[in-house]
């Protein structure tokens, strides 16, 4: 009687133990979520895409919403999700956030070219670093100026884009 007592006992900790942990997990769940929708309503736009990109957890979301992400097994490959497509006005490339900046890439026509455009944006979505590119007819990559007000007309439709996104994704999560 005493080894059937040991093993109700065993079996009795390994099922409290493993609703503990599902307790636990669905908690720390719920609470990065809360975390998220947070970030969402204070416009902490770097932490939204971080929590966004960290993982291939709301990668069905966001191809729900509309836009492109890598397939599943390139995402758990790489441990998270590298870019976002936004197909819009102008067709955006989020790249994966650092601590407090995102890059953002797209082309653009100026003077009849086709120019590669690089941006590093803050948390305000306002330009710290530009770079202008195109491919030279002997396939260099050269570097392309812009005037001042095509880079205020390119930066607005940017954040436009990126506002529609943030505004959207809020809308699939917590809709």
């Known amino acids: 009687m005493s080894g059937l007592k040991k093993i109700l006992i065993v079996i009795g900790s390994v099922i409290a133990l493993a609703t503990g942990l599902n307790l636990y997990f669905q908690y720390q769940n719920h609470q990065e979520h809360m975390q998220l929708k947070t970030s969402f309503e204070e416009r902490d736009n770097i932490v939204v895409l971080q929590h966004l990109m960290a993982s291939g957890k709301y990668a069905s979301d966001i191809r ?103 505004e959207k994704m809020y809308q699939t999560l917590y809709g």
Request: no cysteine; charged share 30%.
């Open 64 to 166: 729900k919403a509309g836009y492109v992400v890598p397939p599943d097994g390139a995402i758990r490959l790489d441990g998270g999700i590298d870019s976002i497509g936004i197909k819009g006005d102008i067709d955006l490339k989020i790249s994966n956030p650092g601590r407090n900046e995102v890059t953002v890439l797209f082309e653009t026509t100026a003077k009849e070219e086709k120019i590669d455009v690089y941006y590093i944006l803050d948390n305000q979505l306002t330009i710290k670093r530009s770079y202008y590119s195109n491919i030279s007819n002997q396939k260099i990559k050269e570097s392309v100026n812009i005037s001042q007000s095509e880079e205020e007309r390119l930066l607005k439709i940017v954040q436009k884009e990126l506002e529609d996104f943030m």
